[in-house]
């Protein structure tokens, strides 16, 4: 690459947790900026676009991928699983089922989606909602089951006040990019360079 020319990675990155957590919010909050009080159930998977100014001479392109999280769309995450660099695992800190639907959430994905080495991708905890004051779910679990379970931190968030959205997303994005140099399909991609994985997902039915 000649001097002066921009690298680019190429990131997906999976969003996954229960129905109703603030999944697609987080994603329309961090990509478009903007809270949406109406609610849509996600069919399958949702994809998104971010494109990250890094540094003076890197670009991050993020593909965020919204998984449902209905429970009758799990058999069919693998493939939505494949080629994931980084995890965000949500919960809603006022519904403890479905913060205990994060080990199940955990033990997939680690189950589905593994570096090339055969370890665990990044995965970050988040603990949304926490502008509401019907809590349920303490600092003190989420500190310990994030420990347990090998997340790599976790953070409170809160889509409708744009409250550690861009900084977790941010951590996870770093924290992929540490790892870079033991994989060997993460490289710079020419500017402009389109994957060609995602063409190979959605025409294997990976997209509803």
């Known amino acids: ?96 089922s479905s913060f205990l639907s994060c080990r199940h959430w955990k033990q997939d994905l680690d189950n589905k989606a593994m570096l090339l080495n055969g370890d665990s991708i990044p995965c970050i905890l988040l603990a949304n909602k926490c502008d509401l004051s019907q809590r349920v779910v303490s600092s003190e679990s989420i500190d310990k089951f994030s420990k347990a379970n090998g997340f790599m931190a976790w953070m409170e968030t809160s889509v409708k006040e744009n409250k550690n959205i861009g900084e977790a997303m941010r951590m996870l994005v770093q924290e992929i990019l540490s790892v870079r140099s033991g994989l060997d399909g993460l490289e710079p991609r020419p500017e402009g360079c389109v994957s060609p994985q995602l063409d190979s997902e959605f025409s294997s039915g990976g997209c509803c």
């Open 1 to 96: 690459m000649s001097d002066g020319a921009m690298a680019e990675y190429l990131l997906k990155i999976l969003i996954v947790g229960d129905g109703n957590v603030g999944k697609s919010s987080f994603v329309h909050r961090y990509v478009d900026g903007q809270f949406s009080r109406s609610y849509k159930m996600t069919v399958g998977v949702d994809f998104s676009v971010k494109l990250l100014h890094w540094s003076d001479k890197e670009q991050v392109r993020l593909q965020l991928w919204d998984v449902a999280g209905q429970e009758r769309f799990i058999s069919m995450t693998r493939i939505y699983y494949r080629g994931a660099l980084g995890c965000v695992v949500m919960f809603d800190v006022t519904s403890s």
